[in-house]
């Protein structure tokens, strides 16, 4: 064999080597088709929750070994389903996927399951299907519970309006949220304290301390955000417009997420015959955190992102590691009982956004005025 022709060999097998390494190394999403360990989708980049994920799941993916990407579904069970396929093919064992609608999204699960992939439901559960094997959360009822807490303790009661909204129906965490506020706001509603302002289903159930599913969907229905502001704002326009004298002056707002408590208290403080008005939200957002300083959103419920992407890699880690994960729970997802593992939720309002948000390491000073 010649010099020159072994020459070429070797580099021919260095260069083949350098190509498998880097195929096998395609770490954190850089795409083109490698292999990846696991596979992360997230349900869209217009509900500005996400992209907190993101970015704490980027933070958080520097330390692992393991190689993962992350896909946004934009709103759509057919991109969702497409993204599920893209990773099956990158060779996933582990699927981390926050529904985009919790029904929908069974068959894509199901078609990871199919090739003996691990399934995590991450945030919002998965309903209707046995292809789900985990289920990572927040405490969601107390996400409503927290809110609605909020507004009995700042009401001045005898018979103050009361307006409610939700989330998208299409999203099992809405169902969990308004049930928890439910539990709370019923009895101030059966009492008195409180009158509904703006929907006519959630007063012909006023009487009942427990809702089915049928029942709040009705309600949801009719109060529905879909977690839009836009659609948020055209609602609490159409409300007030149609509101009596006697729905006007201080009043109380369950509002379900920030992006939407935020447009909704736009149209509020906009108002002239509003004189005040107590507003919840969720997520602590860095642009609520400046509504709560300077007074135009009441509360937020600090749902810490950090945790939730870490018991998420936790349980991927466990999972490609060959150990079982820890879980502290179960959810009925309405075909099975999913094992869970839960994370509890803060109340924030101005007396405590310093601590929870800036303090925790959370968000910067930098990042509020007048904090
Ligand atoms: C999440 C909330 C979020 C909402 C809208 C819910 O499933 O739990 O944190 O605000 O979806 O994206």
């Known amino acids: 064999m010649g010099k020159g022709f072994k020459t070429a060999a070797i580099l021919l097998i260095v260069a083949l080597f350098a190509a498998i390494v880097s195929a096998c190394g395609n770490k954190n999403g850089s795409g083109g088709g490698g292999k990846v360990s696991v596979g992360i989708v997230l349900p869209t980049k217009d509900e500005t929750r996400w992209l907190q994920d993101e970015e704490r ?22 991109k969702e389903k497409e993204n599920v396929e893209t990773l099956i093919n990158k060779g996933i064992k582990v699927l981390i996927i926050c529904p985009f609608d ?10 990871a399951k199919k090739e003996g992939i691990t399934v995590i439901s991450y945030d919002r559960l998965i309903t209707n299907t046995d292809a789900v094997d985990y ?20 009401s001045k009661g005898g018979g103050q309006p009361l307006y409610l909204y939700a989330g998208a129906a299409s999203d099992n965490n809405a169902f969990l949220f308004f049930e928890g506020a ?19 289903e959630a007063e012909a159930l006023k009487g009942k301390a427990k809702l089915s599913r049928e029942e709040m969907s009705k309600i949801i229905g009719q109060v529905t955000t879909n977690w839009d502001p836009n659609e948020a704002k055209n609602k609490a326009q159409t409300h007030l417009t149609a509101a009596a004298a006697d729905m006007k002056g201080d009043v109380l707002v369950l509002a379900p997420n920030d992006g939407t408590a935020r447009s909704i208290a736009d149209v509020f ?35 810490d992102v950090r945790t939730l992407v ?30 869970s593992k839960q994370t509890p939720v803060i ?6 956004i310093k601590k929870e948000l800036v303090e925790s390491g959370y968000y910067q000073a930098g990042d509020f005025q007048g904090l």
């Open 269 to 303: 403080h906009s108002d002239g015959a509003i004189t005040s008005a107590v507003i919840t939200g969720q997520d602590a957002e860095k642009a609520t955190g400046q509504y709560i300083i300077d007074g135009k959103q009441s509360m937020t419920v600090f749902k």
């Open 310 to 339: 870490k018991d998420a890699i936790g349980m991927a880690v466990d999972i490609l590691d060959g150990k079982k994960p820890q879980t502290t729970g179960e959810y009925d997802n309405g075909q099975i009982k999913v094992p």
């Open 135 to 154: 289920y990572v959360t927040f405490d969601s009822i107390s996400v409503g519970a927290a809110q609605a807490q909020y507004l009995v303790d700042h």
């Open 102 to 111: 919790g029904n929908a999204a069974a068959a894509a699960v199901e078609s």
């Open 182 to 200: 439910w539990n709370v706001l019923q009895p101030k509603i059966a009492d008195g304290s409180f009158k509904i302002a703006n929907s006519s």
């Open 57 to 78: 799941f980027k933070a958080a993916l520097k330390d692992t070994k393991y190689s993962t990407e992350i896909l946004f579904s934009q709103g759509s069970s057919a």
């Open 347 to 352: 109340t924030v309002d101005k007396d405590n």
